[in-house]
């Protein structure tokens, strides 16, 4: 390469390192410093108490319910989205039912609707008085109906059913995408080697659909640990913070309480734990890529 083009190449590239170190390295820095002062959000004033911020987190138990919760979304998200993603994936794939088409665009289309509106349009579904879900078990019949989301029974699987429904689309279409790019003649072989369905999707499917996977777990990880917006709007952590998460926690202590010292300190252990996490996963699923 000629001194002139690494000097062109050199120019082009210095301004996206710049920007990059200023709307993304300098944040996380000045995040990092402000978990360890007392900054209250509404002064430039701050002083600096060191890891006092994280000594208190460790002994707040409304922290740590918070991490229950968060980590319960997560999970429960993290197991149901898959499985019900890819059967609908193999379905819609195997063209098992009329429509298919169809099928693809209303599973997908939560996708398109705000997260925002998604907890609105549930909060009405899931009203004890005139909700949708409501009044549809009432005509069967149902009389004793929970408050869906004034119960401490009830409000997490609440939670866990609308971001389960937003999801579902999203990761169908990616398995869709890769189930459709699996020659048939791997399913032709099975075929002719005595295989089951079962076995086919047990030993050829899968296999091929490792590294999707893969991507799905984390970005289901990242997902479930953000959890905020349908929280805060449906039941704002309630009832009794049974559905508070970390990312709601974070915001009442910054903009409630004016805790923004605190608040950071919350922000910077969700981070950490999301990252941690997320290496971890990857770790663990890390295996040789199976080619076809």
């Given at each position: 390469m000629?001194?002139?083009q690494?000097?062109?190449?050199?120019?082009?590239?210095?301004?996206?390192f710049?920007?990059?170190?200023?709307?993304?390295?300098?944040p996380?820095?000045?995040?990092?410093?402000?978990?360890?002062?007392?900054?209250?959000?509404?002064s430039?004033?701050?002083?600096?108490?060191?890891?006092?911020?994280?000594?208190?987190?460790?002994?707040?138990?409304?922290?740590?319910?918070?991490l229950?919760?968060?980590s319960?979304?997560?999970?429960?998200n993290?197991?149901?989205?898959?499985?019900i993603?890819?059967?609908?994936?193999?379905?819609?794939?195997?063209r098992?039912?009329?429509?298919a088409?169809f099928?693809?665009i209303?599973?997908?289309?939560?996708n398109l609707?705000?997260?925002?509106?998604?907890?609105v349009?549930?909060?009405?579904?899931?009203?004890?008085?005139?909700?949708?879900?409501?009044?549809?078990?009432?005509i069967?019949?149902?009389k004793s109906?929970?408050?869906?989301?004034g119960?401490?029974?009830?409000?997490?699987?609440?939670?866990?059913?609308?971001?389960?429904?937003?999801?579902?689309?999203?990761?169908?279409?990616l398995?869709?995408?890769?189930?459709?790019?699996?020659?048939t003649?791997?399913y032709?072989?099975?075929?002719?080697?005595?295989a089951?369905?079962?076995?086919?999707?047990w030993?050829?499917t899968?296999?091929?659909?490792?590294?999707?996977?893969?991507?799905t777990?984390?970005?289901?990880?990242?997902n479930g640990?953000?959890?905020f917006a349908?929280?805060?709007?449906m039941?704002?952590?309630?009832?009794?913070?049974?559905?508070?998460?970390?990312?709601?926690?974070?915001?009442?202590?910054?903009?409630?309480?004016?805790?923004?010292?605190?608040?950071t300190a919350?922000?910077?252990?969700?981070?950490?734990i999301?990252?941690?996490?997320?290496?971890?996963?990857?770790?663990?699923?890390?295996r040789?890529?199976?080619?076809y």
């Amino acid at each position: 390469m000629r001194k002139g083009q690494r000097k062109v190449i050199a120019l082009f590239i210095m301004p996206a390192f710049i920007m990059y170190g200023v709307f993304m390295v300098y944040p996380y820095i000045r995040a990092f410093y402000i978990g360890l002062t007392d900054w209250r959000g509404v002064s430039t004033q701050m002083s600096f108490i060191g890891l006092e911020n994280f000594w208190t987190m460790l002994h707040d138990p409304y922290f740590w319910n918070a991490l229950k919760n968060t980590s319960f979304f997560t999970v429960t998200n993290g197991t149901i989205v898959p499985v019900i993603a890819l059967f609908f994936a193999v379905v819609m794939s195997r063209r098992l039912v009329w429509g298919a088409r169809f099928f693809r665009i209303m599973y997908f289309f939560p996708n398109l609707i705000s997260v925002v509106a998604i907890a609105v349009l549930w909060s009405f579904v899931l009203n004890p008085d005139f909700g949708i879900l409501t009044n549809f078990l009432r005509i069967l019949g149902m009389k004793s109906l929970p408050a869906w989301l004034g119960s401490v029974k009830t409000a997490p699987w609440c939670i866990v059913a609308v971001k389960v429904w937003a999801a579902v689309g999203f990761y169908m279409i990616l398995y869709l995408s890769a189930l459709e790019g699996i020659p048939t003649d791997l399913y032709d072989a099975a075929k002719i080697d005595g295989a089951s369905e079962w076995k086919a999707f047990w030993h050829v499917t899968l296999p091929l659909l490792s590294e999707i996977m893969k991507v799905t777990v984390v970005f289901l990880l990242l997902n479930g640990f953000g959890t905020f917006a349908v929280v805060k709007i449906m039941t704002d952590g309630g009832p009794n913070r049974s559905t508070e998460t970390m990312a709601t926690y974070l915001y009442d202590n910054a903009f409630k309480f004016g805790k923004f010292g605190y608040a950071t300190a919350i922000a910077i252990a969700l981070f950490l734990i999301t990252f941690v996490l997320a290496l971890l996963s990857i770790r663990l699923q890390k295996r040789e890529t199976v080619q076809y």
